[in-house]
């Protein structure tokens, strides 16, 4: 029998599989999915690798015993497995395979999607000296005797590394071995980052005990004896309770476990991270609409042929209401629920609602676990004792057996597609699921994406709306502020002075009021008035944003922080000035206009540290605050009572991005935001300061007419051939040196060209570039971009040929010190 692995390497010369012979001691063991041991290379380093597939015979392929110049090569076995139980399932792997192809990555950057945080294999060569060393000694020389005592000291073996000291240690060892002193090997250590707890429990009933003391004339101390009498209360306790609980040593426990007294039990322990949010537990009737859409869901669940669905429903609808009923039903008919947020960190509320409703089933994956967390997550979900997981995207990736119900929630939001390799869509992955495995995928929004929204009217979804709220309030009224009205008043200030009324009115009535600036910091840039000077990032391409508490400039790309001086580096002059507007001075200029007021801040600035955003929530629920001052983070997924005032402080700053999807997420991000006000009895308004009036984007936004903005924004992608008409590739080729960077650029283009032309497509006018990127340098390193559309070229050619180009023909048509970025329908062309 044979077995197709892939090896953990992160080099594209082994993103193959690769053909070992099972051992027949290991026949009956390995399955597909196993973690196994092989020997790899030419020194047979053993490294990790994953079984993908197992067959019975070699076939013709190559390797086994094939006469090729005389030489037979023989086909090298799996050492050992390297966990009891495969790791992981035969549909995981089949979704390995399918991200790889769909967006140009490797096996490797697919399976570390799946492969549970905490798993290490560290291997080593070492030096075991031979029985008979001492008989041949006299043969050594002075350097080989010094190593040959160092090992012997060390009980016959040591670790190669531990003899670096030495030098031309490699050397030496190699010449021990031709004179068999020495034999040099391969071992490893395979450690799980997993906590185990000892459970103590009596051996004996109550009364045999006792019998089993007396008949064995066996002594108990007072300690022993305390130990004894509470074990007879409780059925099992864990060692460490018992020693703080009755202030005895592990020493008296384990003096009774050798009396043959009591019994331990090791347990698995999962770490659970800690959530200072709380929430009420409360049933809540369905209304009619949330039924009916609930319903649908519900009753199609075990039907082969269903589409997934897109459930459009306005800010304050209850859809969360709706995910639950469905994951409630899924757990009636013994299926697993997966619900995804955008960012698991700022939904505290969406969580602390779910565990109130299910309780100790419910688990939570997101980057700001630890790694042992994360571990004890995937360990708990393989073996049922997490039926429910809420997380960011890469949950999806949870190796759950009955899995039955995909949700994800503001399915709109940019952070479902990953940045780093896989540059995945979990939307795009959950499709694949839904299709592959008969899961039923519901994706919410009040805002949809104009690409997905475009596939529902053609039928790939099933499209369900919920077009009033909850509490059956109207959604709040947005007024528009003209800010160049305003200036022409003689008004200054960040804040309109119809905004600044209406806090302070809001603020007597014990209300709660919420403002969004999508920029954190103090100020955008710091200049100076007299040469135009401004302070740029010395690792990128964008000046730097201005922190006034550390009176210091701050890139939000590469962290790079310089403290501003007092005067002009390019002039000398006084005039270095921030410029702009940040939460950071939004916050500072409110104090001001409202002494007194209590204002907390919510950016990636005061949330950095673990617990920070449910700690800030909590205080703002708690009315410690009366205004939030926020970036986007503020925009989704919460729901305070007391909140009837939103303050949007520059709604057309997101306008002027140079991105194609720019207008969509100014819509998205005003009605999100909106729709923070009102959300219970007491109804909300929300003002919107803007210097655009007139543009689409915050005239539908105004009036909450999604289908109105989408008629606009769908006319203008197909006339200019965005998705959802056309799919895109972005690939980013980056690097320290500026000209080796456009080069590079340039002989990748050149290679395509040729390639295409080969294929007889003489039209290339669906390859956009090569050109600089739009923000040319990030982190040192000079970025410069190709852009292409399926326009008049068929996808599976276009990404075939980008493969060969970028990953198989890497070292022939890009210089060493040059980076690769490839990204499928990215968010974003900057």
Request: hydrophobic fraction near 35%.
């Amino acid at each position: 029998m044979y077995a197709e692995v892939i090896v953990r390497s992160n080099t594209v010369y082994t993103d193959n599989l690769f053909t070992y012979k099972i051992p027949e001691f290991l026949e009956d063991i390995v399955r597909i999915g196993h973690r196994v041991l092989v020997p790899f290379g030419k020194g047979n380093k053993p490294i990790e690798a994953f079984v993908f597939k197992i067959k019975n015979n070699f076939g013709d392929e190559k390797g086994l015993e094939e006469e090729n110049s005389d030489k037979k090569f023989k086909i090298k076995e799996i050492e050992d497995i390297l966990d009891e139980e495969p790791l992981f399932l035969p549909e995981q792997l089949e979704l390995v395979h399918w991200m790889k192809n769909r967006y140009i990555c490797t096996y490797m950057e697919c399976i570390n999607m799946i492969y549970p945080k905490g798993l290490k294999l560290k291997n080593y060569k070492v030096a075991v000296l031979k029985n008979d060393y001492l008989e041949k000694l006299d043969s050594l020389s002075d350097d080989e005797k010094k190593v040959a005592v160092k090992i012997s000291e060390n009980k016959g073996k040591i670790k190669v590394e531990k003899l670096k000291y030495l030098e031309n240690i490699n050397n030496i060892l190699h010449r021990m071995k031709n004179k068999g002193v020495v034999d040099i090997k391969w071992e490893y250590t395979n450690t799980k980052n997993e906590k185990n707890m000892c459970f103590v429990s009596l051996r004996y009933d109550e009364d045999d005990t006792e019998e089993y003391i007396s008949e064995n004339k066996i002594r108990i101390g007072n300690k022993q004896r305390e130990i004894i009498e509470f074990l007879k209360l409780n059925e099992e306790a864990e060692i460490n309770d018992i020693v703080e609980i009755l202030k005895v040593s592990k020493q008296s426990i384990n003096s009774l476990k050798d009396r043959g007294l009591v019994d331990f039990t090791m347990k698995a322990y999962y770490r659970k991270p800690e959530s200072r949010y709380g929430a009420e537990s409360k049933k809540i009737e369905l209304n009619e609409q949330q039924k009916e859409v609930a319903d649908i869901i519900k009753n199609e669940m075990f039907e082969e042929d269903k589409k997934p669905y897109i459930l459009h429903g306005v800010t304050g609808s209850g859809k969360t209401e709706v995910y639950m009923d469905i994951v409630e039903y899924a757990l009636s008919q013994g299926l697993d629920s997966i619900i995804l947020v955008p960012e698991i960190s700022l939904t505290p509320q969406t969580v602390a609602r779910i565990k109130n409703r299910f309780g100790d089933i419910v688990g939570v994956f997101h980057s700001q676990l630890s790694e042992g967390e994360k571990h004890d997550v995937f360990r708990a979900v393989k073996k049922g004792e997490i039926r429910i997981l809420i997380g960011a995207r890469s949950a999806l990736f949870a190796p759950f057996r009955s899995l039955g119900v995909v949700i994800i929630d503001e399915f709109h939001e940019a952070s479902y597609k990953s940045e780093m390799n896989p540059k995945f869509s979990a939307l795009e992955v959950a499709r694949y699921m839904s299709f592959k495995n008969n899961v039923t995928l519901v994706m919410g929004s009040a805002t949809p994406s104009v690409e997905e929204y475009y596939k529902a009217k053609n039928g790939e979804y099933k499209l369900l709306k919920i077009d009033k709220r909850a509490n059956s309030k109207p959604l709040p009224k947005i007024e528009v502020v003209d800010m160049k009205e305003e200036l022409g008043m003689g008004n200054k200030s960040i804040f309109s002075s119809v905004l600044i009324d209406k806090i302070k009115k809001n603020t007597a009535e014990k209300n709660q009021t919420i403002l969004f600036l999508n920029r954190r910091g103090y100020a955008n840039f710091v200049s100076c008035r007299s040469c135009g000077y401004v302070m740029k990032c010395e690792n990128c391409d964008i000046s730097l944003t201005y922190h006034k508490r550390s009176n210091s400039a701050r890139c939000h790309y590469c962290g790079y922080e310089k403290q501003v001086p007092q005067e002009c580096p390019e002039c000398g002059s006084n005039y270095l000035r921030p410029f702009g507007t940040g939460t950071q001075r939004i916050e500072e200029e409110l104090k001001h206009l409202i002494p007194g007021i209590r204002v907390l801040r919510m950016d990636k600035d005061t949330t950095a540290r673990k617990g920070a955003t449910e700690e800030i929530l909590e205080k703002f629920r708690n009315k410690e605050a009366d205004v939030l001052i926020g970036t986007q983070m503020i925009s989704k997924g919460l729901d305070f009572s007391d909140v009837t005032l939103v303050g949007i402080i520059s709604a057309d700053m997101m306008l002027n991005f140079p991105d194609f999807k720019s207008f969509e997420t100014t819509f998205q991000l005003i009605t999100q935001v909106a729709g923070r006000a009102g959300r219970a009895d007491k109804e909300g308004e929300v003002i919107l300061q803007t210097y655009n009036t007139d543009h689409y984007a915050i005239r539908c936004a105004m009036e909450y007419d999604f289908e109105k903005f989408y008629e606009n924004e769908i006319k203008i992608r197909e006339t200019f051939e965005y998705p959802p008409f056309n799919n895109m590739i972005s690939v980013v080729i980056s690097g320290e040196n500026e000209k080796l960077v456009e080069k590079n650029a340039y002989s990748m283009y050149n290679s395509l060209r040729y390639l295409f032309k080969g294929r007889g497509i003489e039209d290339l006018s669906f390859i956009l570039g090569p050109n600089p990127c739009a923000i040319s340098r990030i982190n040192k390193n000079y970025r410069w971009q190709i852009l292409f559309k399926d326009d008049g070229v068929e996808i599976n050619l276009l990404k075939g040929i980008i493969k060969y180009v970028c990953i198989t023909k890497r070292d022939v048509v890009f210089d060493k010190g040059i980076n690769i970025s490839i990204s499928v329908n990215p968010n974003s062309v900057l």
